[in-house]
Structures are given as C-alpha cells and as structure tokens.
C-alpha cells in the first residue's frame, strides 16, 4: 500500500515538472517568437526610413533640376525677347535711315568753301590714296589742311612729296602735345584754328572719299538745314573674322545710338562718325570746338552730342560705297586699338562692366550652350533666338556686300567682344589710366569729362 501511495506521489510530482517545464518552454518560445517578431518590425522599421530618405532625395533632386530648367529657361526667355527687340529695332531703324547715293550732288562752283581737316599719325600706309580721294573731289570750292601729329614714320615724307604735285595742300606739322590734351582732338582743333571755311569737314587720313561725296554732303545740309552732317562708312578690311567683328560691333553701335533718331530735335539720340563729322564751323566755334572734349578718347561722338546739346540740327546717313575706310588690318589690331575707348563708354564705372557683359553673353553666347544643357523646352526657345541672330547676322552681311561665307562668324564674335571689354577695363585700372601713343592719361582726370552716355 505504502509503495502504490510512493508511486502516485512521483508520478504527481513528473506530471508537475513537465507541466512546469513545458510551460517554461511555451514561455522561451514566445520569448523567441517575440524577439524575432520585434528584429523584422526594427529592420522593416529602418528599411521604411531609409527608403523615405531615398525618396525625399529623389524629390529633391527632381525639384532641384526643375528649379535649374525654370533657371534656364528664363534665362533662355531673356535671350531671346533681347534678340527679338534688337533684331526688330535694327530692321525698322535701318529702313527708316537714307543713303547719301539718293542724294542730287551740288558742286556749284559759288558754293560754300569746305574745309577739310585731315588729323595723321603714322598713316604712311593709306595717306597717299586717303589725299588723293579728296584733291579728286567734284566739289569746287574746298580747302585741305593736313595736321601730321608727331609722326615716326615716313608720314612726313609722303605729304612733303605731295605738297609738291599739289600746291593747294596744307600742311601742318604737330612736334609736342601739350598737356591736357588726347592727340586727335588737338591735331583737329590745331586745323580748325587755321580753316577759312564756312564748313568743316573732320575725316581721318585712311579714308577714301567717292569724287561726289562732298557736293552730295554740302547740298543735302543746305536743302535740309542741318547744322551737322555725319556719314556711316562702308569697312573694306579683309579677313572673315576681322569682318564679322566689325559688322558685330557696328550693330551693337547702331543699337545703342539709334542714328535714325538723330534728326528729331525731340530725340535725345546724337550721332558722330570720326570718318566724316560736317558742321558749320559757325556751330563748332558756339560749342567751344574740341577743347570742351579735349581730354576725351570718342571724340567724334562727343562732338555729336555737344553739337545735339546745344540745340543744333544733325542728321546721318549712310554712305556705302562713297566713304570706304579699311578700319583695322587684324583682329589684334581692333582690339589694340579699341583698348582706349571701351571702358570709356560707361565713364570708367567697374560696376556697370558686368551688365555690359551679360548684354553680350545673354542674347549672344547664351543660346548656343542652351542647346547642349538645356531640355526640350529650353532648346527650343535657344534655336529660335540663334535663329534670329544668324538672320540679322546674315542681313547685315548682305548690306555690307560681304560673302555669306562669314556667317559662322557671328558664332565668335562675341566671345572676342567680351574680351576687348575685359582687356580695355583691366589695362586701364592697371595703368590707372591710358597709355597711348606715348604719353600717360591719367584715369582721375578722364573721369572728370562728361559722359558719353549716362
């Protein structure tokens, strides 16, 4: 009895121990079911975030190149509204302006005596044929006065060879600048103290006048009453880049002084062309000549706008092949030469060099990277304004009579533009002023004349 009693005990206390054990087995297994359920909602927890992270950087990379094409595209919008308005001001003005070729010429032999005032500095190349335009004019009642500015060159012997052929010549010889002065406008300002001529003519020793030029300028200022008249020449340089510069910067010029406006007395536009500046030399002696602009490297556009200031009417016309000047021999050449007058036309201001630039760069340079960076839309607005640029680009080539082939030109000019613009601006700050020709200009005092512009 006592063993059966002994028996029931164990098998009570087993059945107890493996209840206990198994109920500590169910407990490490949910402990493990729980921690493994836990490990997944932790990883799945970090794989959301980092999936979130990839996200929100996707979106912000596509905001981001949305914000650059919205960038680019208003860039691209601006480029091409200043080409369009450009373009369309340039047609409409050059149609509006009249060629000296319609005018009747004059040459009657009572008419008013022409002075011509013909300013040389080493110009032993182009003087001779530069003269000989001029003692070929039609026009009867003229006076030639040549002032040789300090020449090293064999200027002198040239004009003393034909002073020989030609006793009606005048010849004045410039040994020493005087202080305060730019060389042109003394060496004009020396010839006008000395013109006898109701009218003077200003023009430089390269140019070529066509033998009825000067009858056609005189006859059209009386039948207009003008006070000033000003001719644009045709450029007869050779080289497709040095052209394509030149008929880039023309129309720039063109542009910016509007010369078809000139005429309206309302018009605050002026207008002076150093090739060919006629004016009554009643008139230039009322503005005080050129020693109001003595110390001014433009001055044939200075003494337009002295002319227009004081109320005096001028008009310009378009000479083409009546006044031809071949204005520079290279590239190298115009960017020398232009060195002194560039930072002139914004008075020396730094500040405003970087909007002289992006009016270049933007409606220029812009368009043709816009094709390579920018997207469908972008592109399109970029091609219709390259577009718009090779046309005029190519109009222009027409009127100047140069081959079609140059029109790739137009592609780099602009490059060069902004070049000239950043070597005429730190070549002057460096100098603190302009070196030319041998002598120092210091920038304190150019700053002290009147602006071109503004």
Known sequence: MAYKIKRIKEKILLS??????????????????TSVDYCQFFCLKIFVRIGSRNCMYDRLKKIREVRRMSILLI???????????SSVTLAVGMKKMRRLGDMEAGGAADGPLVSLVVPACNEEKNIEKSLMSLLSQEYANLEILVVNDRSTDNTAAVLKRLKSRFPR????EIVDLP??????????ATGAALARGEYLLFTDADVVLEKTTISRAVAYM??????????GFKNVTRGWLLNSLILDAGMGLLFLFRPWTVKKSSSRSFMGIGAFNMLKRAVYQEIGGHEEIKMHPIDDLMLGKLIKQHGFYQDCLLADNFVVVPWYDSVRAMSNGLEKNVFALVHYRVLLIPVALAAIIIPSIWP???????DMTVRTVCLLTLAIRLATFHKGLLLQGLPEGYLPGALITPYISCYIILKSVFATMNNDGILWRGRHYPLAELRKTEPLLF
């Open 16 to 33: 107890e121990s493996t209840a206990v054990y198994r109920e500590r087995k169910d407990c490490r297994v949910l402990l493990f079911t």
């Open 222 to 231: 009386q039948g207009n009453r003008l006070d000033h008249l000003t001719l």
């Open 75 to 85: 860039v691209s919008l601006i480029a091409c509204c200043a080409m369009i308005i």
């Open 169 to 172: 010549l005048t010849i004045l």
């Open 179 to 188: 202080g305060g002065w730019m060389g042109k406008s003394h060496a004009l």
């Open 368 to 374: 043709l990277w816009g094709l390579v960076l920018g």
